[in-house]
């Protein structure tokens, strides 16, 4: 079940716990040798990082396992002015962890992410930037696997572009969690 029914401080701290037990996980079972950023690296979406991979980290439960991607915030439309990039479009790691239930998907170099949203970025402004009846843009290059959501932030009532991707079409290396 997922965190949506509890207050942010309650789903962050949950979320936390289950990154850490992602990792130790990795570390313990699968070679990995992932340690802790400093407060200021987890501020620039950095979690953790092995040699000189610096990971971002997140854990999903239920049926939706995208990669879900902060990429617009607040986003007040396509040219205003205090339009700003998101917190993770912004973040200066290299490689992805993702838990999507029993399953870790480990991407050592976003690149090909940053390649992926730069287009449907472009899919979404030759559309006009309009989204669909429920705040979706559905991305006809990727059909799937990755979408654009427009979201009024539960926390701050900031509204922001979530980027939706599908970790199945990156590379990847692919842990099943026995």
């Not at 509890?6 to 079972?29: H, I, P, T, W």
């Amino acid at each position: 079940m997922g965190y949506d029914h509890q207050n942010f401080s309650q789903r962050l701290k949950k979320g936390k716990r289950a990154e850490q037990d992602c990792v130790d996980y990795l570390n313990e079972n699968c070679g990995f040798k992932l340690e802790p950023t400093t407060r200021k690296e987890d501020i620039s979406g950095v979690d953790f990082i092995e040699g000189e991979i610096k990971y971002q980290v997140k854990v999903r439960t239920g049926k939706y396992i995208d990669i879900i991607l902060d990429i617009w915030e607040p986003f007040y439309g396509s040219n205003h002015p205090k339009t700003k990039r998101g917190r993770d479009y912004r973040g200066k790691f290299d490689g992805y962890i993702l838990q999507a239930n029993n399953t870790i998907y480990v991407i050592r170099d976003t690149k090909q992410l940053k390649v992926i949203i730069k287009d449907i970025e472009e899919e979404w402004a030759a559309q006009n930037y309009e989204f669909d009846g429920k705040g979706w843009f559905y991305s006809k290059i990727y059909p799937k696997m990755c979408s654009l959501k427009y979201h009024i932030d539960k926390a701050n009532g900031i509204p922001k572009i979530l980027c939706f991707v599908s970790p199945e079409i990156l590379y990847k290396d692919k842990y099943e969690i026995s």
